[in-house]
């Protein structure tokens, strides 16, 4: 019997060897079958371009940039501001980031974005090829204007703006002409958790520039010890002294124990000094390292702590740190979905949500936790036990990709929530300098009220903050797309800095790096 022109024999030994060849090429298949060779790696199909996000996440900072702006500044928009900051106080407090879309430089904040942004390198800069230099550059932007502001022994400069003025005007930082007032934390004044952070930024940054500038390096560190003895001598929260200057804008709610924990933390893991563990093994229940509180975030660093420390007891076989492995399981297990003690909540269309304000900062902080913590866990080999259920790392970086295909365009909407990524992204940002014409397209001076006009209107912001990721859906995956809605439209320094290393991770997983 013929057909198609083969005999039955032939066309059967073709089948059999398309079929073994199926059965041994799991990647035929993407998702489908499952190759033990790359066992940690996804499959090839990607419904994303990580590489491209994660060079637009990283450029983004440039837009963020205050001070003198360099000859490479790829954000051509943007000009140079704030260029006597600190002046009232007679200091030097010229550089830094604006933290979101107002004009006023947070330490607090700030501190937080360079720590993660430094904990992206340090995990996932091997990844990064071509855009390692451009994370770096990004980091050292933050920590020159750190080092300015923690120069003075004893005073650590914590802020520059009236954010209540500032807020009182809608203009470019190239315009701003609200007072620079400079609030400061000494020990009349202390400010332990902005403190902590600062410290927390410089050790983790040492650790970032260690093999390429050594000097450098060896200055953070130095500066990072001095600053977190100063923190933990002189105890207090900041948002009690400079209560009508930081809140509610950063506002300490979660007490500053969680960054004394986390500072030294990073210490410990930047200096190896044997101090720094007995410090958190003296110290670490009181500062509160079993507490059963979830969210990270610019405030709270409990959890960022926990999965830090476990590193050091997983990796480097640390014994003395072997409760941290428990607390970080627990708050992996409060994350996972159906999982016994599963707390967390996810809108229909999936996304993690904490909380009405920026919620996508804990959608991109919990997502680099649960790749970092598969990384040490597979390391160690080990799994996460959810009240019997053996939780893979696997299954983390699965539940960390689908937050991030969200976040790009994978929801209801089919909205990336990443200025400039995809064809459909949020056009009307809160963002002044975004919102309103650019110097070049408009040279004249924007007046402090003259731009609520724009604020309020309906048209598109004319200059792309490219890379920018903003507050995101509210629990029912809805986004209305308004300038005025702070809430949901407002970008931030610490929304990007750890999806900076997330999206590394995937880019080097989907072979697009």
Partial sequence: MALSGFSFPLVFLLFSCFTTLLLCN?????????????????????????????????????????????????????????????????????????????????????AFTTTMLSWSVIEFGGLMKGELQNAKEAIRWATDYLLKATAHPGTIYVQVGDANK????????????????????????????????????LAAASLVFRRSDRTYSKLLARRAISVFEFADKHRGAYSTGLKKYVCPFYCDYSGYQDELLWAAAWLQKATKNPTYLNYIQANGQILGAAEFDNTFGWDNKHVGARILLSKAFLIQKVR????????????????????????????????????????????????????????????????????GTAITPK????????????????????????????????????????????????????????????????????????????????????????????EQSE??????????????????????M
Wanted: hydrophobic share 35%; charged share 20%; net charge positive.
């Fill in 26 to 110: 799991a990647n035929a298949f993407p998702g489908r079958y499952h190759n033990p060779i790359q066992r940690h790696r996804h499959p090839r199909f990607a419904s994303h371009n990580y590489r491209d996000a994660l060079t637009k996440s990283i450029l983004f900072f440039e837009g963020q940039r205050s001070g003198k702006l360099p000859s490479n500044q790829r954000i051509s928009w943007r000009r140079d501001s704030g260029l006597s900051d600190g002046s009232a106080l007679h200091v030097d407090l010229v550089g830094g980031y604006y933290d979101a879309g107002d004009n006023v430089k947070f330490g607090f904040p700030m």
């Fill in 166 to 201: 500032d807020h009182a005007c809608w203009e470019r930082p190239e315009d701003m002409d609200t007072p620079r007032s400079v609030f400061k934390i000494d020990q009349n004044t202390p400010g332990s958790e902005v403190a902590a952070e600062t410290a927390a930024a």
């Fill in 320 to 387: 003395s740190l072997h409760d941290y492995k428990g607390h970080a399981d627990s708050f992996i297990c409060s994350i996972i979905p159906g999982a016994s003690y599963s707390s967390a909540q996810y809108t229909p269309g999936g996304l993690l949500f904490k909380m009405n304000d920026s919620n996508m900062q804990y959608v991109t902080s919990t997502s680099f936790l649960l790749l970092s913590y598969a990384k040490y866990l597979t390391t160690a080999r080990q799994v996460v036990n959810c009240g």
């Fill in 491 to 512: 970008p931030a320094t610490y929304i990007n800095a750890p999806l900076v290393g997330t999206l590394a991770y995937l880019a080097h997983s989907f072979g697009q």
């Fill in 395 to 486: 299954r983390l970086r699965a539940i960390a990709k689908r937050q991030v295909d969200y976040l790009l365009g994978d929801n209801p909407l089919k909205m990336s929530y990443m200025v400039g990524y995809g064809p459909r992204y949020p056009q009307r940002i809160h963002h002044r300098g975004s919102s309103l014409p650019s110097i070049a397209a408009h040279p004249a001076k924007i007046q402090c009220s003259s731009g609520f006009s724009v604020m309020r209107s309906q048209s598109p912001n004319p200059n792309i903050l490219v890379g920018a990721v903003i507050g995101g859906p509210d629990q029912h995956d809805r986004f209305p797309d308004q300038r005025s809605d702070y």
